[in-house]
Each structure stands twice: as C-alpha cells, then as structure tokens.
C-alpha cells in the first residue's frame, strides 16, 4: 500500500527487501537500534524516519508527507511545462498554487503558411474558441433568414464580411492570450517563449525565436505540446493548402473551398464556411468521423447536404496547381478514386486540409531521456496517473496515447496531476464517458459508447436503443425539416438497462449533452430518463428518457433490433424494422394509433416518418405495409 501511495504521489523510491539480501538480519538489527521499530515496512523520507505503513498515512493525511517530500534545492525549478496549451497550462497553475516553483515552456513553431500565435495552445487559438465563433457567425446566418417567417422584413440582401469577423476574432484571441499570460504572472509562474528540449536527465534546453539558448533543470516535467495538422506529402500541399492553424486569421475570404478529410475539424470547418454562404465540397478517402457512432456520422452528413455541402467519397488528392495568384487565387485539384483508377479535377479558390494531426513529440529529446513513445502516432503511452516511462516525465492532453482528445479532459488531467505531485492528493482523471461535441451546422452530441463500440464489447443482444427524430419548435415556423434532428441512447439489458451511450443531433447539442454526461457518471437508467420530467418547450425535453413522452403522449419508444438492416429513417426511406412494441402480444407497426398521434400524419392512420400504414399482428409475423402509391412493400421481421 505504501508503494501504490508513493506512485500516486509520483514520488520515485527505493526498497530494500531484507529478505533477500544475505545480511537482512543484521540491517534489521542495526534499523531497530536507530528507529526502535521491529516491525516492517520501516520507511525514511529525505532521510527521516517516518515510521511504518500506519505512520506513513497519517503522515500523509496530516501533510506531513508533503512537507518531507520537498523537492532538491539543487534543481531550478519543482517542476517544468513544456506546452502552454490548455493542460499545461492548468497543471502548472495548480502546481504554483501548491507552493512550487514553476516554469512554462511555449514556442509556437510558424505553419508552412507562416502562421503563428500567442500562449494558450490549439484550443484558445486554432480550435475551439475561434472555430466556436465562426460557428456562431454561420447560425446567425440561419436565423436572418428564419426570421423573415417571424415577421422580420429585411430591407435589402444580407451580406456577411469575411474580414470584419476575422478582425473581431482575432481581437478576442488576442485578449484571451494576455489573460493567461496575466494569470501565469499573477502565481509567480515563470513563463520563457522558447522551444524546449531535454538534452539529459533533469535538464532540458530552451532555444527562444533568435537561437538563443539557455538550460534549466528540474525535479519533474510535464510534456504537453499538443498535436499539429498533417500534411498529404503530395505535390503543392504546403505550398498552396492551408489547415484550421491558417483558417481563422485568413486575411481574405477563401471562396470556394475544397476540405480534404472527414475528421470532426473537417466537418465542423466545412459547416461554417457553407453557412457563411461559400461553396464547399468535402473529400473523402473513406469514413467520417471516425471513432464516432456510424450513423450519427452519416446523418451529420445528410444535414450538412441540405444546406449545399457536397461530399466527393472515395477519393484522395494526388496533386494541387496554383493556376492563379491572388487572395484567393485559384487552384486545380486533382484527385484519385480509392476503388479504382478514375481520377477527377476540380477548381478551387481554397484548399484546406484536415486529414487528421501529428503529436509534437519528435523534437523535443525524449529519447535521450529514455522516454518511450509510440512510434507510428508520436504519442506517449502512460500509465493511470500520466506518468511516462520516465518516473519523473508525466504527459497530458493530446500526447497521451489513447485518451480522448478534448481540452476540457487536457484541464481536467493537468489539475489533477499537480494535486497528486504536490498537494497530497490522490484523485485520478477519469477518461470514462467524456462528453464531446462536433459543432457542424446541426450540432452532434454524444456521451459513452458508439453504437458499433457498445456492439463489440456488450455483443448486440445485450444491448437495447432507443431511437427517435424531433422536430424543435422553433423550426416550425421557420418550415426548417422535421425529419433531421435525432437521438438515440444505448442501454445495458443487464445492467438495469444503464444508459452506456447517448447522441443527439440538433440545435445546442452540446448544451444537451452536458446534462447528460453528469447524469451518466452518477449511473443514468432507462428508468430514470422516463421518471425525469422535462422542460417544456425545448429540444432537452425530447431527449429527457429519448422516450420523447411530450411528443409521444407517454407512448414508450420502441426498442429497435441491431442486427435489422434497413433505411432507418434515411432521408429517403421508410421507418426501419419499426416502431417495434415489447408487449408480448405482438408486434405494432409503426404504433398502436392511440398512443402515437403525434408520429401519424392527420388520418391516423399512417406513418409520420414512413407514411405506411399503421398495421399490427401477432408475434412472429411479418410485417407488411402499404405505400400510398399503392406500391407492395415489406418490412423486416420484427
């Protein structure tokens, strides 16, 4: 126990096992002599007798410890940070907070493009602050144009100004980089503009803009230098693309533009400028948003298509012409079919890539210090409490290999790390059920499992989900589509049907989602959702329970097969293996017509999603339906 309390601490200590050595009696002799303790585990801190495992506790727990644990006077500084991005930069306030002497290490190396920027890292200055914004920008957008059905007469044509945005954005940056720098200041944290790396153990080099160069050491270090977009290493792509580090202080408007990808930072890039009213085309070598539910993924797609995104799937680009100079300029595309040999050309006035990011761990010296990363991604394997192969090297935020890539889990593990280090604490982060957003044009909200991931690890027939669209109210009026916002929950049969993963697609996602995420932690069930009462009228409301009982008038959404495939509500499709009942009776398609108004079109008698007829029969028939066209058509079993 005492060892587990020295790792948590990150404390590096050495034992000596009386047992195994040939004169362990006569150690022990010796150390009851001088400790008058016969018992064992016999531990000295800094030279000090502290006592056994009972003492070693309360030590601890009275913060004793801490006080014994004082690092070596001989280093410059407790601890160093290289990284000023959001992890680094909350470990190394807390740390300061604590009483140690700190020292932050930020240098942000210029794009191809020469784009740089101020302390703070990707998310206050490339990411989710500016991206956020331009986010904004584009629903602004939306909501002119909905509020003519509101009532709102607009005198002439809206137009939007790239630049006057830019220059807002890039002002509220710039303030958002004092802060922190002011925030460093204000807890006596040393902060040195300069690139770091380690040159040996404990001590480290820092190279400022000029090639100056200057050594510190240290006790322990935190690497959190984050990840920087990746290049196609095709002909022209440094030359002539840009990435989302170029994207938010362009100077001009980028016109036409190709995305290359389909990360989340492709779709969300692609969302704003199309709703900024640029033409935009997605490339795609093969599968959106990876690592996110499939079918949400495609439905993030098929909401981005209705307001004029194109999507070229199966292809990648093999080359990029300048056939003009100017701001933007234009250029030639030339792209190969992943299926075959078909190549197509296109013209764009922008191309912007995002293709997925490299973590910057390459040059920073970590091998000379025996620190081991993962050759293939860069990033740095690390165990419960962030600590690498190196006992006093920890590692937070993007580097980590195999943790979610989300600035508030990078604060969260930063803060949590200096309490272990310095304050006494024991707490770890828990990775478990981070809540994320993808912020395209209709937010994707998502907390736990992905459909295929709950599959792979609970197997489908332990699993029910729970599935429906919604129409928010306020689009309404504005006759936006009632068949685009979706959610869906994942349950546990098993587990008192826990909610192991949830999704929405809709307006202010994430502002649902963050609800959501804490109700998960604390073991969220099917049976609470549908106790939970809601707040009317919102899109929260719908997804209270995703049994939807304002707008189903307490009708309890039906539980739908994984192994079924169908349409399942695609834009041009019927209702998938229906709305199906759990009654042992039978099967209802698409709902018993009494507890389902609201999903009927106005004869109640067929299908608002599908518009088949509503029929019903006994279990283990099949499910038939008529089209209105009097086409024959047949649902899979139920």
């Known amino acids: 126990m005492v060892k587990e309390l020295f790792s948590s601490l990150g404390v590096d200590c050495n034992i000596l096992e009386l047992d195994q050595v040939d004169d362990g009696a006569s150690v022990q002799e010796v150390l009851s002599e001088i400790t008058n303790q016969r018992t064992v585990p016999n531990i000295f801190v800094n030279k000090v007798h502290v006592g056994g495992c009972d003492r070693t506790f309360q030590a601890h727990q009275s913060g004793l410890l801490q006080k014994l644990l004082q690092e070596d006077p001989a280093y410059d500084y407790d601890l160093i940070v290289i990284g000023g991005g959001s992890g680094g930069l909350s470990c190394a306030q807390e740390a300061a907070a604590l009483g140690r002497r700190v020292m932050v290490l930020d240098l942000v190396v210029p794009s191809p493009q020469g784009t740089s920027w101020g302390l703070g890292g990707t998310c206050v200055n490339v990411g989710c602050i500016p991206k956020q914004l331009m986010h904004q920008a584009a629903l602004l957008g939306q909501a002119l144009t909905d509020s003519r059905r509101f009532g709102w007469e607009c005198a002439q044509q809206v137009k939007h100004n790239w630049e006057t945005m830019t220059e807002a954005i890039q002002k509220h940056v710039g303030s958002l980089n004092w802060s922190y720098r002011r925030a460093l200041r204000e807890k006596a944290v040393a902060y040195v503009n300069s690139y770091g790396e380690f040159v040996e153990h404990h001590k480290i080099k820092a190279t400022d803009g000029k090639g100056q160069e200057t050594y510190y050491t240290a006790a322990k270090f935190v690497i959190a230098t984050g990840e920087r977009p990746r290049y196609l290493g095709i002909q022209g792509d440094k030359e002539y693309c840009i990435t989302s580090d170029d994207l938010f202080s362009l100077p001009y408007c980028p016109g036409a533009t190709l995305v290359v990808g389909a990360s989340s930072v492709a779709l969300e890039c692609a969302g704003f400028l199309a709703g900024l009213g640029l033409e935009v085309t997605v490339m795609v070598r093969s599968q959106l948003l990876r690592g996110f539910d499939q079918e949400m993924a495609e439905k993030v797609a098929s909401s981005m298509q209705q307001i004029g995104v194109r999507f070229l799937r199966k292809f990648v680009p093999v080359e990029v012409q300048q056939l003009e100079r100017g701001s933007p300029g234009k250029l030639k595309v030339v792209a190969k079919s992943t299926e075959g040999t078909e190549m197509i050309e296109g013209l764009y006035n922008t191309v912007l890539l995002a293709i997925g990011r490299d973590s910057c761990t390459k040059k920073i010296g970590l091998e000379k ?270």
């Open 369 to 638: 210090i025996g620190v081991k990363v993962n050759e293939k991604t860069g990033k740095i394997p690390v165990n419960d409490v962030e600590q690498s192969s190196v006992p006093y090297v920890y590692a937070v935020g993007d580097v980590v290999e195999g943790k979610p890539e989300l600035t508030p889990v990078a604060v969260q593990a930063g803060r949590l790390l200096a309490r272990r280090l310095f304050g006494g604490r024991l707490e770890k982060c828990d990775y478990i059920n981070a809540p994320t957003v993808v912020f395209t044009p209709l937010e994707y909200g998502c907390c736990g499992y992905a459909e295929e991931k709950a599959v792979e690890v609970y197997r489908k027939e332990n699993l029910e989900v729970y599935h429906t669209l919604f129409w928010p109210l306020e689009w309404t009026v504005a006759c936006r589509d009632s068949n685009t916002c979706y959610a869906k929950i994942i349950c546990s049969k098993f587990d008192n049907d826990r909610v192991i993963g949830f999704h929405v697609l809709g307006p202010k996602a994430g502002e649902i989602t963050q609800g959501f995420a804490a109700a998960m932690k604390c073991g969220l069930t099917k049976q609470l959702l549908d106790d939970t009462i809601g707040i009317h009228p919102t899109c929260a409301q719908d997804d209270v329970g995703v049994t939807f009982r304002m707008w189903f008038l307490r009708a309890e959404l039906q539980y739908r097969q994984l192994s079924v495939n169908s349409c399942r509500f695609l834009p041009v499709g019927r209702c998938s293996p229906p709305w199906r009942s759990r009654s042992p009776r039978g099967w209802t398609s698409c709902r018993r017509a009494a507890e389902a108004k609201p999903l009927l079109s106005r004869s109640l008698s067929r299908c608002r999603f599908c518009e088949d007829d509503v029929l019903s029969g006994k279990p283990g028939d099949s499910v038939g339906a008529r089209r209105r066209d009097s086409s024959s058509a047949v649902h899979p079993p139920g």
